[in-house]
């Protein structure tokens, strides 16, 4: 598989983005001419530093405003084309993009553009070079890649072929199965981009809000098909325009990248099976059963503070590491790791050392670990090892994003049997301190905004999860957007972001005094709320207090029984509904570096995470607050 990316797409300095784009695994890249106006250093010493990288200049752009002008603008535009011919010669790339014309003076007709292109055709030829002419959306004559075909058609010369864009075609709502009766090889290259589904202004949509593959709304998967049907065999290239990006990590964009187009052509060769597609083998997403365990680093000292919270919320310490200072603690079908084993070189330790306590790693259940760690290497995903003594487990895992490693359980003998190998059972100190707590509903990570799209991104190709609608949280600090990966059809593993860009939201404090992302919370479901909060109390759990203005307000929103919202307050238990069911929380006062516990019950099949509770929620959590707006330890 050949891809490229345009430099324009990632952020840095022209060599910064070259080696983060190289190192993604990229096979080459767009040059946009501004690159190396702006860079001081000249077409052949572009060219050779290009070629240092390993990667090869797939296209050179943009050229525009070329095809059906009137004279004297027609005979410039030949100068200015064969001006860049010489440009390219010295680039080594022998393809130039031509968009659509979008001036004024433009004169329409498929016939007059045709003759242009054939002329450019000849002209190209005695270059060495070919020209690619794309359709821009916004195009003054030509805005829908369907007409660009007729006019290359109709140019009927070998230099001349068609760019297509799936932003270009998609924005406009055209069935990409038009593609499908191209020919392949007058297709001379294919550039991609998603974007989020906005009503807008397509130019302006287009320049800012692109995307990679599979982070937005638009049917990349279905254009890409009906590309890969042509027999296609050319670089797949993204373009993507986006100021977010602009801002972001170069090696974290160049990444996101690659990861996108694999993931796209993955689905594309599941889709389509007769078809030839040039993308490794691999398994398909992961399904996930659920949240085996999570596991926290943490310090000799602060390890005392963590078990006895978790000892409040009713679990039991029911086993120690064999070789390890390891601890387990078990309820229901919980497991919660706590690592103290933080002397040394282990990442528990390495994590502990740069973020304190923390909820470093978690295991998933699948069906085959194996197979997992397979496929997330084949996304880029790095695989996670760490030296074992004799007798330990090794057990598949990779870096997550952010800071954290995920593992992959499964039933086979040695992982299935792992918690009785490495760890010997402890009696529990006392009896009957279970408070009902069943599973991990969900795990909420805490990100800055601008990398949620590399989380979600990760997340959905790697594993069987979609996204749900972004939802926005008002934080008195500024706003906080919340979205969840869930595992379909059955929401059995739920991770939900919370993307803050702001320091003064408690999420972003969270991240800055965390330095890092993280998980922020762990959300443990009960069967019965009201049975577990009884038992909490009895075991000195301190719940969150909830103002009692929050209860008058939900009493009035959904026409509480007032003894029914008595009992949720007497509780601290926040409640929302759906048409689906209902839904009840409690969360604990927070620990850390602002880190809490939530515990929920769905009834019925409600779909959410209680978001419209989480401005009580944050509001109570400032009010246990430090002055400076952190959380009292
Ligand atoms: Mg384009
Ligand atoms: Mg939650």
Redesign the pocket.
């Known amino acids: 598989m050949r891809t490229s990316i345009a430099t324009v797409s990632i952020s840095g300095e022209f060599p910064e983005k070259l080696g983060a784009i190289a190192k993604a695994g990229f096979s080459g890249v767009e040059i946009f001419e501004n690159d190396f106006l702006t860079y001081d250093a000249s077409p052949r010493e572009v060219a050779a530093m290009v070629r240092d990288f390993g990667l090869e200049i797939t296209l050179f752009q943009p050229f525009r405003d070329f095809e059906g002008m009137p004279e004297p603008h027609r005979a410039r535009a030949f100068e200015r084309a064969e001006r860049k011919f010489d440009v390219m010669g010295e680039l080594g790339t022998d393809l130039m993009l031509i968009c659509s014309n979008v001036s004024p003076v433009s004169l329409g007709g498929i016939d007059r553009a045709a003759a242009d292109f054939h002329e450019l055709g000849e002209r190209a030829a005695r270059h060495g070079v070919r020209v690619g002419y794309e359709a821009l959306a916004w195009g003054r004559h030509i805005n829908d890649h369907r007409d660009a075909w007729e006019i290359v058609r109709r140019a009927d010369h070998r230099q001349v072929g068609l760019i297509l864009d799936s932003f270009h075609t998609l924005s406009r709502k055209i069935d990409p199965n038009s593609i499908r009766s191209i020919p392949g090889d007058k297709i001379f290259i294919v550039q991609l981009a998603d974007a989020p589904l906005f009503d807008m202004d397509l130019l302006y949509w287009s320049r800012h809000f692109r995307n990679m593959p599979g982070e937005g709304d638009l049917p990349v998967v279905d254009f890409m098909r009906a590309v890969a049907a042509t027999g296609y065999a050319g670089p797949l290239s993204l373009e993507i325009f986006n100021d977010q990006f602009r801002g972001g990590s170069a090696r974290a964009l160049a990444e996101d990248g690659h990861r996108s187009l694999v993931y796209l052509m993955d689905q594309v060769k599941r889709l389509e099976p007769d078809i030839r597609i040039d993308v490794p083998d691999m398994p398909d997403r992961i399904a996930v059963e659920g949240v085996e365990f999570v596991e926290f680093t943490t310090g000799p000292e602060e390890k005392a503070n963590l078990a006895a919270l978790l000892e409040t919320l009713g679990f039991a310490r029911t086993g120690q590491h064999r070789n390890r200072a390891v601890e387990l603690f078990t309820q229901g079908a919980i497991r919660i790791v706590v690592n103290t084993d933080v002397e040394g070189s282990s990442f528990a330790g390495a994590s502990y050392s740069v973020h304190g306590t923390n909820a470093y790693a978690f295991g998933l259940k699948v069906d085959d670990a194996h197979n997992a760690l397979r496929r997330a290497q084949a996304l880029d995903a790095t695989r996670f090892a760490e030296p074992r003594a004799s007798g330990e487990t090794a057990i598949p895992a990779i870096q997550g994003v952010g800071n954290g490693v995920i593992y992959f359980l499964d039933g086979s003998p040695a992982l299935a049997n792992v918690w009785d190998s490495e760890f010997a059972a402890v009696a529990p100190a006392s009896q009957g301190t279970d408070a009902g707590l069943t599973r991990i509903d969900?795990l909420?990570q805490t990100t800055r905004y601008d990398e949620m799209l590399t989380w979600l991104l990760f997340y959905t190709s790697i594993f069987s999860t979609r996204r749900t609608p972004m939802v926005d949280v008002v934080d008195p600090g500024g706003l906080v957007r919340s979205q969840a990966i869930e595992s379909a059809p059955t929401p059995s593993f739920r991770v939900?972001m919370n993307g803050a860009d702001n320091r003064k939201t408690f999420a972003g404090k969270f991240l800055a005094e965390g330095f890092g992302t993280s998980i922020q919370?762990i959300?443990l479901a009960t069967d019965d709320i009201f049975a577990t909060a009884a038992r909490l109390a009895g075991l000195g759990f301190q719940a969150l207090p909830i103002s009692r203005n929050y209860y008058d307000d939900l009493e009035a929103r959904f026409g509480l029984e007032p003894a029914f919202s008595d009992a949720l307050r007497a509780a601290s238990i926040l409640y929302d509904r759906d048409d689906q069911g209902e839904y009840f929380?409690i969360y604990s006062r927070t620990f850390g570096e602002g880190f809490f516990f939530?515990i929920?019950e769905r009834r019925g099949a409600y779909a959410g995470?209680?978001a419209m509770n989480a401005p009580f929620r944050i509001a109570a959590q400032r009010r246990l607050a430090r002055p400076d707006g952190m959380p009292k330890v």
């Open positions: 969900h909420a939900t919370h959300a929380q939530e929920v995470y209680g």
